[in-house]
Nanobody
């Protein structure tokens, strides 16, 4: 089970930190990712981190502004979002992929319920 938190309303240029707490065992074996779905848009990849070696990937739209990190001792993955823009407005979803961690949503086995992020101009 994945439970996201930390969403909310923020002005453009502001920051938010999303958290995703995972239940279960062997969290470090799971690649973890954040995806988002804006109003009227398809779900898109935001960032991911592989479980063991911790390699990180970012979409071009968030590179340099967002940072994904994980704390395997706490079974938690984070998304630090800085310099937020109105186009970052979306529902943000956490996902887990056993031994994976790429940018393809179809590879992810588990999904959270999502948390709303709204960026006002």
């Amino acid at each position: 089970q994945l439970v996201e938190s930390g969403g909310g309303l923020v002005q453009a240029g502001g920051s938010l930190r999303l958290s995703c707490a995972a239940s279960g065992r062997s969290f470090s074996n799971y690649g973890m990712a954040w995806f988002r779905q804006g109003p009227g848009k398809e779900r898109e990849f935001v960032a991911s981190t592989r479980g063991i070696e911790g390699t990180k990937y970012y979409s071009d739209s968030v590179k340099g502004r967002f940072t994904i990190s994980r704390d395997n001792a706490k079974n938690t993955v984070y998304l630090q979002m800085n310099s937020l823009k109105p186009e970052d407005t979306a529902v943000y979803y956490c996902a887990a992929d056993y031994l994976g961690g790429g940018n393809n949503a179809h590879e992810y086995d588990y999904w959270g319920q999502g948390t709303q992020v709204t960026v006002s101009s």
